[in-house]
């Protein structure tokens, strides 16, 4: 069964499981402990922080590892904004960063800070200018993620380095899913990625401060990785971690070289074998293995399930697949349709072969799930009337826009239809109908259920 959702947790690579199995042998002992066992722990623990540090770009005791990822990027930001508490509270982000990095956000406004979000274009990625105009007076810290773990659109993290260090701004790095193709560029100051990205054991994450920043590690600590990761470490998933990030750097430029070539072939031919369908992220700047569409008319969850059937696991980032039901942020900031959104991230060793039986599957999964939902095949002829007010109240998308792309016919040219829905994903969707069916949308109002969305016909 193919496994196509990398950019979630990569399949363990044979050098971490190597490396794990004898590091249980091995690194079982204290560290910390002067005796042979713990001598011998030691020696496996700083042999994994240089081969990981070699392979980020950075002094061995810069880096520390951690639990988690996550766990990385909320020490991180924590700690660079306590450290500078005395600058200043205000803490710069993009809008498409990682739920890690949003959520340590929230936590600094609930404590009395502020942030400030940077818009996105439609292609997920940040205007480096607009990014450095953002680092005005008191601002503590600034995150950019090294590349998008939902559409694969890269950032300019050089760019925005240079701008941070001309203001005298450290800048956080979320390199979890671009570390497994080689280091991140550019003069930035700290650093959080997640083994389990490139096929190391889960629980295990890097943070990485460089000298000369300003860092304070907030709450209990000990004299473990520096005190910014208290607790007994986890050597063997440690080392086998190191172990396969040096790996998978060994092999990165001739498996991104293959998978960019697979995922180049679904970009081109998705549109072709399915109507309606946008595909979204840069299609220049970005990760080697991923990428991501859009079905219009479609229930992401549903199409999921209709491709799992089919024997092939990806994600989306449709708000019917999260616990939330509100869409994805990212495709909400890049202004894209989010119903029926999958993403595909190879892993590495993906054969062609599993994609072209993707892309034959593909269509007929799509068909089946709009046919399941009733969505327009074509649109109707022109009718008489000039406006239409369409009622999908207490109906989910992609419902609104299934109802909408049925009665959009039955206004003539220059005529509106105006859509009432109380589902938070509808102006979204309706947006992004609008965009790639070439109509106007007008724009939007409170009723007195929900919201009025209106939209002009014009082809």
């Avoid at 392979?55 to 520390?64: F, K, S």
């Avoid at 803490?91 to 739920?99: D, G, K, M, R």
């Avoid at 892309?359 to 799930?369: G, S």
């Avoid at 003539?412 to 109509?439: F, K, N, Y």
Wanted: negative net charge; charged residues 20%.
């Amino acid at each position: 069964m193919p496994y196509f959702d990398a950019a979630s947790s990569a399949p363990l690579h044979p050098v971490a499981r190597q490396a794990l199995l004898a590091a249980l042998d091995e690194g079982w002992a204290d560290p910390a402990r002067l005796y042979r066992e713990g001598r011998r722990a030691r020696l496996l623990l700083d042999a994994a922080r240089e081969a990981a540090a070699g392979a980020v770009g950075c002094r061995p005791d810069e880096l520390v590892f951690t639990p988690s990822g996550t766990r990385a990027v909320h020490t991180g930001v924590a700690g660079a904004l306590a450290g500078r508490r005395r600058v200043g509270s205000r803490l710069v982000v993009s809008a498409v960063e990682h739920s890690s990095v949003l959520h340590a956000a929230t936590a600094h406004e609930e404590q009395g800070g502020t942030t400030v979000q940077v818009q996105v274009g439609r292609s997920g990625r940040v205007d480096a200018g607009a990014f450095a105009e953002a680092l005005g007076a008191g601002t503590a810290l600034a995150c950019l993620q090294s590349a998008n773990h939902e559409v694969g659109t890269e950032q300019p993290v050089g760019e925005a380095a240079e701008a941070c260090r001309a203001a005298g701004v450290p800048l956080l790095v979320d390199a979890a899913q671009s570390l497994p193709w080689g280091p991140v560029g550019g003069a930035w100051s700290l650093l959080a990625a997640s083994a389990h990205k490139w096929g190391g054991p889960s629980g295990v994450g890097l943070l990485v401060v460089r000298k000369g920043v300003r860092f304070a590690a907030q709450g209990p600590s000990d004299e473990r990785e520096s005190g910014r990761a208290p607790g007994f470490e986890n050597l063997p998933a440690i080392v086998a971690a190191a172990a396969s990030l040096r790996a998978v750097h060994a092999e990165a430029a001739q498996e991104a070289a293959r998978l960019r070539e697979l995922t180049e072939r679904i970009r081109a031919r998705v549109p072709e074998l399915v109507p309606d369908v946008e595909v979204v992220g840069d299609p220049e700047r970005r990760l080697p293995h991923l990428v991501t569409f859009s079905c219009l008319y479609v229930d992401g969850e549903t199409l999921l399930h209709e491709l799992d059937r089919a024997g092939f696991s990806v994600s989306s980032g449709s708000s019917c697949t999260s616990s939330t039901l509100t869409p994805s942020h990212v495709l909400r900031a890049m202004g894209v349709l989010s119903e029926g959104n999958v993403r595909v991230s190879l892993p590495v060793g993906t054969e062609a072969a599993d994609v072209e039986r993707f892309l034959t599957v593909l269509p007929r999964a799509v068909a089946a799930v709009r046919e399941k939902l009733g969505a327009p095949v074509e649109s109707a002829a022109s009718g008489p009337a000039d406006s239409l007010v369409l009622d999908v109240l207490g109906k989910q998308c992609p419902i609104p826009v299934i109802e909408l792309g049925k009665v959009i016919g039955d206004v003539p040219v220059g005529g509106t239809v105006t859509v009432l829905s109380d589902d938070g994903a509808a102006g979204l969707d309706i947006r992004a109908w609008c965009h790639m069916r070439e109509q106007e949308f007008v724009g939007e109002e409170p009723a007195d259920r929900g919201t009025a969305y209106t939209v002009r016909r014009v082809s």
